[in-house]
Each structure stands twice: as C-alpha cells, then as structure tokens.
C-alpha cells in the first residue's frame, strides 16, 4: 500500500483565519514532507520532518507552521495568510532518505481570499 | 545552476505512438537516484519509476522506460503505446544520495495524447 491521505481536498480561508492541513500515511515511513506547488510550476520544498524531527525549512514564512505528532501523521497549521499563499500543497513521505522514493498525497487546494 | 533540466514545456502524440520526454542532471555526486512523476489535472503526483546512479540496466516499469545515458547525465522517460490517460505533466527529479533529504524537480513538461 502506497498511500498517503490528505484533508481537505479544498479549503477556501480568509486572511485572518487558522487552518490545518492534515496528511497521513500508514506505509511505516519515517520522513515526510510538505512542498507548495503553484499552477505550472514543479513543487517546492516546504518542511521536512526525519523521525518526528523538523530537519529541514526552507525558510518558510512563520505563518506556516508545521507539526509532527507522530510517525504516521504530518500537519500544516496555516495562521494569517496571504493571497499569494493561494496553491496546492502536497505532502509527501519516505523511508529514511537517501535513497528512497517520495510518495504523494492528492493534495489540497488552497485559496486564500 | 539547474540540477535537473526539462526543455520541452509541451509535447504532444498520437494515441497508441510512443514518446520520449527528455531529462538532463547536474551532479557532482557520484551517488544519486532518479525519478519521474507523472501530474494529472487533479493534483496528485504519482510515482512512475526510479533510476540509480549504479544501476547498470535501464528501469522499466510496464509501459514506462528510463533511458539513462550516465556519460550524457540524461534520463529520458519513455513511454510506450500512448493512451488518452497518459495526458499529464510529468516531472524528472534528482535526489543526491550524499547531501540529504531534498529532492530537485525540474520544470516539467506537459503532455497531451491526441486521440
């Protein structure tokens, strides 16, 4: 099984609200990944997380925040966005890089007005 | 410099026809892996096969094939008797095995089989 779960599928917010983006996986993996991904361009690295550890941000503006409660569960709390925040948001896991191969979630779709 | 280079923006083929979407790395490690995800209108990326640096056969994977010239640092994704689901963009990605856990996506190319 080579799934990872993502909620919402859509999520319309407005500059003020909190959110959360929820991702999922029962693979055993124990990286994930967060990437925002504008209309025709590739995906861009968010946060990485390695054994329930944030090991990567890529300067990621502080109105997004990640969270790793455990292995299987990735979130994105999303506080004071702005309109340009407006993408798809992909998360992702592995099993411990380097090797290994990312698999995606669906996604959700973020519009901020 | 661009890790990972795709310089076909859009391509199209004939349903049933064969094509190749082209891909061109920048390392200087000599441990890396190779990917290609294919990115339907609907969002998800979707694994589709994976090259190795020491791999010494080309990866295939069904009605996908990786032609990986290491010399030319190329890795070419072939896909073969083209089917109308096959319309998507579809990315070329390079992990470095010795530097971590980022992978570099190159910039896709669109493809749209006419039926």
């Known amino acids: 099984d080579t799934e990872v779960t993502q909620t919402p599928k859509h999520l319309v917010m407005g500059m003020t609200n909190k959110k959360s983006l929820k991702c999922e996986q029962h693979m055993g993996h124990r990286a994930m990944y967060w990437y925002k991904q504008k209309a025709k361009k590739p995906p861009e690295l968010m946060f990485v997380?390695?054994?329930?550890?944030?090991?990567i941000n890529e300067s990621v503006p502080s109105r997004f925040s990640p969270e790793c409660p455990n292995s299987s569960l990735l979130n994105l709390h999303l506080h004071a966005l702005q309109p340009e925040d407006s993408a798809l948001y992909l998360c992702?896991?592995?099993?411990?890089?380097?090797?290994?191969?990312?698999?995606f979630g669906p996604g959700t779709r973020l519009l901020v007005l | 410099a661009q890790k990972i280079t795709q310089t076909q923006p859009g391509m199209f083929v004939q349903e049933k026809e064969a094509v190749t979407l082209d891909c061109t790395y920048d390392?200087?490690?000599?441990?890396?892996?190779l990917f290609w995800y294919k990115q339907p209108s609907s969002g998800e990326m979707i694994f589709l096969i994976y090259?190795?640096?020491?791999?010494?056969q080309n990866a295939t994977e069904g009605r996908y094939s990786l032609n990986f010239q290491k010399a030319r640092k190329s890795a070419n994704l072939v896909i073969s008797a083209s089917q109308l689901g096959d319309s998507a963009m579809y990315f070329c990605a390079m992990r470095e095995l010795n530097t971590g856990n980022q992978f570099y996506f190159g910039t896709g190319t669109s493809l749209t089989v006419i039926p």
């Open positions: 090259q190795g640096s020491y791999d010494q």
């Open positions: 390392t200087s490690d000599p441990s890396y892996g």
């Open positions: 997380y390695s054994y329930e550890k944030l090991s």
């Open positions: 992702a896991s592995s099993q411990v890089p380097p090797r290994e191969t990312q698999y």
